[in-house]
């Protein structure tokens, strides 16, 4: 199998690690890739986002699936224009892209479906969210309705925080907060048919306790010891199913990654937010407990033969990813600065370039994550924690307490 795999951060090295670990892959090559990725695959230029030069470079190479990591893409149509060549793509059209593309519209299709999820109103102007930040309350939940790179939302106690949010935004989404533990669980559909993987726990804000303002990411961990008996099988009956069948009634089917975003309440799981694509940094932990070999799967989703896929394959024990921030992310990173000890397997390239000399350096927020596997959570969290205290960046961070609240079993459900 030749796979073209779109995108160039940390979602897309550990993608590409999944992908070259499968046997049936020949030919892996990633656009524009970074230089993590191009230890395991070929790396070519191209504007992701663009479908034309996309697709003639799918075309170019003879790819039997395109895989489309970010969401950008997605939402632009890319997928599309690559389905208008004849090629297999993992990835939904824009049309069905606009779950994530925009907060209004998912809200919009999960009141339609009856899918359990958050109050909210839409709101275009300094009046509509007032009214509906008087109704709910503190903490206030204010979401940007378009793509927003996984800082689009703020949740705050500031009145005036929550406002300003809406101002800078424009179009927003107002919810009411919803109590309780999150859990990120992706789910691999061709529309119809609809495999979960395991769920995750990602770590939001920027400091240690869930402190400061959210980021892409910054940390997470798989399975969840904590989660409740049958919780999986509960979203996949009131969440999954149900949506996508909404999508099959309005006639864009939506086949690809579904990403549901769960609050666990006290009456039960809730939908927070869907996204179109695989998580960051979730992934790094889900797919490093992945047996399945990655490329049939999602070869499986991108041509409608899910339903005849064998059941996935899991090993056993943990995985914890913790993620090296450059000095300033989430406001304003710092960029080009050296990097050493991250030529050692486990450390996944998230914002990384190479000079010419070979040189590694830092390109963007999130630089690095140290991704490690142990028989439980305690010794994967232990070694991700080791691989990220052999990297030298200058002025860089990191949160110290991923997975720490469920090592210790402090993570309870609302009853």
Known sequence: MR????????????????LAADPAVDVLVAAPGN???GGVASVREVNASDGASVAALAVELGADLVVIGPEAPLVAGVGDAVRAKGIPVFGPSAEAARLEGSKAFAKDVMTAAG??????????????????????GPPYVVKNDGLAAGKGVVVTDDR?????????????????????????????????AALPLLPAQDFKRVGDGD?????????????????????????????VHPTLAEMRRRGTPFAGLLYVGLAITAAGPRVIEFNARFGDPETQVVLAL?????????????????????????????AVTVVVAAEGYPAAPRTGDVISGADRAGIIHAGTRRDADGTLRSAGGRVLCGTATGPDLAAARDAAY??????????????????????????????
């Open 290 to 318: 992945l047996e399945t070999p990655l490329a049939g799967l999602l070869h499986a989703a991108a041509t409608g033969t899910l339903a005849a896929h064998p059941p996935l394959r899991w090993r056993d024990g943990a």
């Open 3 to 18: 796979v073209l795999l779109l995108g160039g951060g940390g979602r897309e090295h550990a993608l590409a690690l999944g």
């Open 35 to 37: 230089p993590g990725i």
């Open 211 to 239: 402190t400061g303002p959210n980021t892409g990411g910054m940390g997470a961990y798989a399975p969840l010891p904590w989660a409740p008996p049958g919780l999986v099988d509960e979203v996949m009956r009131d969440v």
């Open 160 to 192: 005036a925080v929550a406002e300003e949010h809406a101002a800078e935004c424009g179009r927003v989404v107002v919810e009411e907060y919803l109590a309780g533990p999150e859990v990120s669980l992706f789910v691999v559909t061709d529309g119809e």
């Open 386 to 415: 080791a691989l990220v205290r052999g990297v030298e960046l200058a002025g860089s961070h990191h949160r110290t307490d991923i997975a720490a609240a469920a090592v210790a079993g402090r993570i309870t459900v609302p009853s």
């Open 115 to 136: 899918v359990p999820t958050a109050r909210a109103y839409t709101c275009t102007d300094q009046e509509g969210t007032a009214r509906a930040l008087d109704e709910f």
